[in-house]
T-cell receptor, first 114, second 113 residues
Framework: DTAVSQTPKYLVTQMGNDKSIKCEQNLGHDTMYWYKQDSKKFLKIMFSYNNKELIINETVPNRFSPKSPDKAHLNLHINSLELGDSAVYFC?????????????FGAGTRLSVL | DQQVKQNSPSLSVQEGRISILNCDYTNSMFDYFLWYKKYPAEGPTFLISISSIKDKNEDGRFTVFLNKSAKHLSLHIVPSQPGDSAVYFCAAISNNAGNMLTFGGGTRLMVKP
């Protein structure tokens, strides 16, 4: 019973396309996140979102946008894909007010832009 | 500018011995630190954490030490087991950054039987 699930697991696409990655959590958490792990294996926060506030890492291009239809979902939309967007993207979630910010991660989506 | 650094990309230890993974940080606003463990093709999983008001936290075979003056923390695993072989990420939270994690680059631990 997967707690944080991402789809698809692999995504191969052409430059210039628009794509989405879906994330769902069944933990009852109220905050969700997107991270990017680049070719050097660094994990970097992209967004933090709860039903009140979206926090954006200032280094994230505005081609990336999170969309949350409800508390259990935070999808990542990417417009005009570029070669440098190739990476593994991780979704995570946490519950505010609990032991400080233990985040639970999905298994990742490997995006390859050709 | 990396605010959390793990200077050893890899570490190899013998089963049963102690593994020590190190992490340094530069941002004095960090007030909570976590270690995550990651297996291939999986997401990071939480291992252990420590608040900046403490200098040690222990959970079974895992102990995290924090030296605030040196801006250094370490994870000790004793005794090490082959199943501990994974990539370990140090992470930190700033009290004014929306609880977002800043990760180090990771250390690959290999525990040999």
């Amino acid at each position: 019973d997967t707690a944080v699930s991402q789809t698809p697991k692999y995504l191969v696409t052409q430059m210039g396309n628009d794509k989405s990655i879906k994330c769902e959590q069944n933990l009852g958490h109220d905050t969700m996140y997107w991270y990017k792990q680049d070719s050097k294996k660094f994990l970097k926060i992209m967004f933090s979102y709860n039903n009140k506030e979206l926090i954006i890492n200032e280094t994230v291009p505005n081609r990336f946008s999170p969309k949350s239809p409800d508390k259990a979902h935070l999808n990542l939309h990417i417009n005009s894909l570029e070669l440098g967007d190739s990476a593994v993207y991780f979704c995570a979630s946490s519950l505010a007010g609990t032991t400080k910010n233990i985040q639970y991660f999905g298994a990742g989506t490997r995006l390859s832009v050709l | 500018d990396q605010q959390v650094k793990q200077n050893s990309p890899s570490l190899s230890v013998q089963e049963g011995r102690i593994s020590i993974l190190n992490c340094d940080y530069t941002n004095s606003m960090f007030d909570y630190f976590l270690w995550y463990k990651k297996y291939p093709a999986e997401g990071p999983t939480f291992l252990i954490s420590i608040s900046s008001i403490k200098d040690k936290n222990e959970d079974g075979r895992f102990t995290v030490f924090l030296n605030k003056s040196a801006k250094h923390l370490s994870l000790h695993i004793v005794p090490s087991q082959p199943g501990d072989s994974a990539v370990y990420f140090c992470a930190a939270i700033s009290n004014n950054a929306g609880n977002m994690l800043t990760f180090g680059g990771g250390t690959r631990l290999m525990v040999k039987p």
